[in-house]
């Protein structure tokens, strides 16, 4: 089964901090796909990134890093330069086949999320 | 309207009242999830739909039942709830079921049971 670890469950910080999310990962497919959603108070989970497991570039959008290590199953996310409005419950999640399908048909598998305050 | 969007927002229901909740998406997708969020509890997803066929159902209670009448709306429909059923209860919808696709979640609906 596969499975998406976040290790931290709570961080907090103080604004103009950079602040690293971890996410480890388990899955026995040579193609998979990797995805970032930020939870704001509000509720609604907001996508952030996508990374196809063929990719191991780094990427950066403004504040936001991420880095897809295949060696270590990691996709660590950094935001640089912390802001209060960043405060909010970031989830990791992996596609995932489901069952009964042949693997056409896929779904997230979720980590725990790891909630960030960021305090002015 | 934009996006994903559901309603309501918040419910307060006793146990043996019936009541349903709404999604709709604005995108042309062809999925549509039913997630809970339940505190400090990982997202549990609970019923997936492709072009209104149900194609994955996760051991959910008969007492919640959901509905998909086309590829824009979704529905759960509540009935006889427990007090632990009380969460945020939310709704995604995706171009399709494939591996690449990501999924774009409405605000959720706080469900309270008493």
């Known amino acids: 089964a596969q499975k998406v670890t976040q290790a931290q469950t709570e961080i907090s910080v103080v604004e103009k901090e950079d602040v690293t999310l971890d996410c480890v990962y388990e899955?026995?497919?040579?193609?998979?796909?990797l995805f970032w959603y930020k939870q704001p108070p509000s509720g609604e989970l907001v996508f952030l990134i996508r990374r196809n497991s063929f990719d191991e570039q780094n990427e950066i959008s403004g504040r936001y890093s991420w880095n897809f290590q295949k060696s270590t199953s990691s996709f660590n996310f950094t935001i640089t330069a912390s802001q209060v409005v960043d405060s909010a419950v970031y989830f990791c999640?992996?596609?995932?086949?489901?069952?009964?399908?042949?693997?056409?048909?896929?779904?997230?598998?979720f980590g725990k999320g790891t909630l960030l305050t960021v305090n002015p | 309207e934009t996006g994903v969007t559901q309603t309501p927002r918040h419910l307060v229901m006793g146990m043996t009242n019936k009541k349903s909740l709404k999604c709709e998406q604005h995108l042309g997708h062809n999925a549509m999830y039913w997630y809970k969020q339940s505190a400090k509890k990982p997202l549990e997803l609970m019923f997936v739909y492709s072009l209104e066929e149900r194609v994955e159902n996760n051991s959910v209670p008969s007492r919640f039942s959901p509905e998909c009448p086309n590829s824009s709306h979704l529905f759960l429909h509540l009935h006889t709830l427990q007090p632990e059923d009380s969460a945020l209860y939310l709704c995604a919808s995706s171009p399709a079921l494939g591996r690449y696709n990501e999924q774009f979640f409405g605000p959720g609906t706080r469900l309270t049971v008493l």
């Open positions: 899955t026995r497919d040579t193609t998979y796909y």
């Open positions: 999640a992996l596609s995932e086949a489901m069952g009964n399908s042949g693997g056409s048909n896929y779904k997230l598998t």
